[in-house]
């Protein structure tokens, strides 16, 4: 792996890397179900995702200021326009993106690549790093995040059923409940991550692998940043396969919310099908393995081709697995401070 001092990486400017992560994450293909540079879906165009990486770049700017200032307005509207808390970072971001891309392109990106910004900028981008910048957040940064469901639409699964008042598609409306649980931006995080909850699609729930990845220490990003850097080939490429490793290592949040969790995890197969097999499907308490589980050899010998052929068959069904494209996107970022470079 590239140390970042020896090689100048550290001389590069974060956000730029950040904006950079947002676009080669919509260049790779095949991304089986996504957009692509080359395929779109329905009326979300590749042109969409540029547009959105460049409209997020305010948002991107707050998160890299090291250390939390706190909102200098009124908590209720996301604090002052200059604070460069967590919460209002992400908030400005999406509200960025959704105004330059016209829909929401990169909603999961952003929720990964601002507390990955904010450790790198203190100096820490690794999972005790983000644990501490994750655990500093307040229950302000939790309603400008709700407040980021304002700008655009997300498909989003049904709270548990003891935590309905902090539904997210209540937008700023939860405050009060926010605020009366003492619910910080963390918090929120923890009860979408939840595993074993019952669901109306099926008996156990697919957990927001997004939420996940704030609680747990991101994991399966620095998983799938190492499996990058130790692939060889153009960027795009190795994010290609690093999708399909993701995608066979764990059912994808979104396709659960859409189609319920049963097909979320066929879908899965269906990638693992593509590494050799390398995946027990049935091995976790949700049904899947670890993403170290994935051997990153299989992930390097993935049949692209192949995955062309997915690809087009599930955007014929309308499975569309853009939580994984999430986990990409901030791999990508995490990849790119460790030294990766855009080509070969």
């Known amino acids: 792996m590239t140390d970042a ?23 790779g293909t095949p991304k089986p179900g996504n957009v692509d540079r080359h395929r779109d879906l329905g009326d979300l165009h590749f042109e969409s995702f540029l547009g959105g990486a460049i409209g997020a770049r305010a948002g991107l700017e ?3 200021i090291a250390g939390d200032a706190g909102d200098a307005g009124d908590a209720s509207t996301g604090g002052g326009d200059d604070s460069p808390s967590l919460g209002r970072a992400f908030e400005r971001g999406v509200a960025g993106m959704a105004d330059r891309a016209g829909t929401n392109t990169q909603f999961g990106c952003l929720l990964s690549l601002v507390p990955l910004l904010r450790a790198t900028a203190e100096g820490d981008l690794t999972p005790p790093g983000l644990d501490r ?3 500093a957040t307040t229950v302000d940064d939790a309603i400008a995040f709700y407040r980021a469901f304002e700008h655009v639409d997300v498909a989003v699964a049904d709270p548990p059923a003891d935590a309905d008042e902090l539904d997210v598609r209540q937008g700023v409306d939860a405050a009060p409940a926010l605020r009366a649980r003492e619910t910080t931006l963390r918090d929120v995080m923890a009860l979408s991550a939840g595993v074993g909850d019952s669901g109306p699609d099926g008996p156990e729930r697919v957990p927001d692998r997004n939420a996940q990845e704030w ?17 060889e080939g153009p960027l795009t490429d190795r ?8 995608l066979a290592a764990e059912p994808d949040t979104l396709v659960a919310a859409n189609h319920g969790p ?4 066929e879908t899965s197969e269906r990638a693992a099908a593509l590494l050799g097999g390398a995946h027990a499907v049935d091995s976790g308490p949700d049904g899947v393995a670890d993403p170290s589980d994935i051997d990153a050899a299989a992930v390097h010998d993935a049949d692209l081709d192949a995955a062309e ?23 990508l970022y995490v990849a790119l401070r460790r030294g990766a470079e855009v080509s070969s």
């Open 62 to 64: 707050l998160a890299a």
């Open 5 to 27: 001092k020896s090689s100048g990486i550290a001389d590069r400017d974060p956000v730029d890397d950040a904006t950079l992560a947002l676009l080669l994450e919509v260049a």
């Open 133 to 135: 910048v994750t655990r």
């Open 309 to 331: 052929e997915l690809a087009a068959a599930l955007v014929e069904e309308g499975i569309n697995p853009g939580t994984t494209a999430d986990l990409v996107c901030a791999a």
């Open 215 to 231: 609680v747990e220490g991101f994991p399966r990003t620095f998983r799938a940043a190492e499996w990058m850097l130790r692939d």
């Open 262 to 265: 049963e097909t979320a995890r």
């Open 239 to 246: 994010a290609a396969r690093a999708f399909l490793g993701l």
